[in-house]
Nanobody, 126 residues
Framework: QVHLVECGGGLVQAGCSLRLSCTASGRTLNRVGMGWFRQAPGKEREFVAG???????????KYADSVKGRFAISRNNAENTVFLDMNSLQPEDTAVYYCAASSSRQLEKSYDVAAWGQGTQVTGSS
């Protein structure tokens, strides 16, 4: 059973950057999709970024339109860790961010998710 632990949330001023990390234990995740979702108060959980395993050590990425060009997902397979680099944070990015692991190659929808992290709060202040 995979266990995901997120780190790196916090309060940042608008326009600043933050890096989230998610480390997995219990299973290596280099051959499955990994991603990040977020849930703002009063809203449904939404997809933010996904890393799809193409084959060998090749991955493709996908982003929500709202974060495209500002956020970047990456992996360190040696450490079984996935990152979310968030730049130019805005107040509307405020949410609890969840790391997620798929049981297949891709992760773009909630139904792809096989395991969730506990969530970490990110707050962009104006």
């Amino acid at each position: 059973q995979v266990h995901l632990v997120e780190c790196g949330g916090g309060l940042v001023q608008a326009g600043c950057s933050l890096r989230l990390s998610c480390t997995a234990s219990g299973r290596t995740l280099n051959r499955v999709g990994m991603g990040w979702f977020r849930q703002a108060p009063g809203k449904e959980r939404e997809f933010v970024a996904g890393s799809k395993w193409i084959g060998s050590n090749v991955y493709s990425t996908k982003y929500a339109d709202s974060v495209k060009g500002r956020f970047a997902i990456s992996r360190n397979n040696a450490e079984n860790t996935v990152f979310l680099d968030m730049n130019s944070l805005q107040p509307e990015d405020t949410a609890v961010y969840y790391c997620a692991a798929s049981s297949s190659r891709q992760l773009e929808k909630s139904y792809d998710v096989a395991a969730w992290g506990q969530g970490t709060q990110v707050t962009g202040s104006s």
